[in-house]
């Protein structure tokens, strides 16, 4: 398995990440943290772990500069700019629909909180190369018009005791087209701390990229 720092260039900004490729990968999960985080987020972490352990390819890179990131710290700038988000996330899905080392593998997307908005407006934007999303404790809504041109299968991930983003989840449903599935997870909160809870997260995840990647 080789794991590497990266560089990525969007926007003209240079934005750090994190791959790892199992040997005879045939699918690249590429993740989208949620606003205030970044690439080391421990939760993402833990799933991409155990994709990789399942033969997935991984993806997690900053969708901020470090430059961006410390103005962000000082003023939250940059942090709910969901189109930002998704314009880097749509250039990095182009980086790794045409690199060297992942070109041939199939590409899914994880989203966490504002960053399951940002994948869903990729996918949009990408039909032809995103094979599926999953959002974890997401904001689908805040996809807004581009809710209804997502072709990918989606599964979006939300704790049963969420109530908030479970509404909004269920409102995002309203709009959407390509029959998503929302799964909760029983007794889970929005950051899913509880035992089990990121297990199933994991679980549920590893079934629905293996379903729609592989």
Do not use: C
């Not at 080789?2 to 791959?19: C, D, F, G, R, W």
């Not at 700019?81 to 314009?87: P, V, Y």
């Not at 299968?153 to 449903?173: C, I, S, Y």
């Amino acid at each position: 398995m080789q794991n590497k720092t990266i560089a990525l260039a969007a926007e003209h900004k240079t934005l750090q990440a994190s791959l790892t490729l199992p040997q005879e990968a045939r699918a690249l999960v590429i993740f989208a943290h949620g606003s205030g985080s970044n690439r080391n987020s421990p939760r993402n972490i833990a799933v991409a772990r155990r994709l990789n352990d399942d033969g997935f390819a991984t993806l997690l890179f900053d969708l901020l500069s470090k430059e961006e990131t410390r103005a962000d710290e000082a003023t939250s700038e940059y942090r709910f700019d969901i189109d930002l988000s998704a314009r880097r996330l749509v250039e990095v899905i182009d980086w790794a629909a045409h690199g060297e080392t992942t070109q041939t593998l199939h590409i899914g997307l994880f989203g966490a909180s504002t960053g399951a908005a940002a994948a869903l407006i990729a996918a949009a934007e990408r039909p032809s190369l995103v094979g599926a999303v999953v959002s974890r404790g997401g904001r689908p809504d805040l996809a807004g018009s581009d809710l209804p041109l997502v072709k990918a299968p989606t599964l979006l991930l939300v704790g049963g005791d969420d109530k908030q983003v479970l509404e909004l989840n269920k409102e995002a449903l309203n709009h959407m087209v390509n029959e998503p599935r929302l799964h909760l997870i029983p007794h889970a909160g929005h950051l899913f701390e509880e035992p089990g809870a990121m297990d199933e997260v994991v679980r549920m995840t590893e079934r629905w990229f293996r379903a729609s990647l592989l």
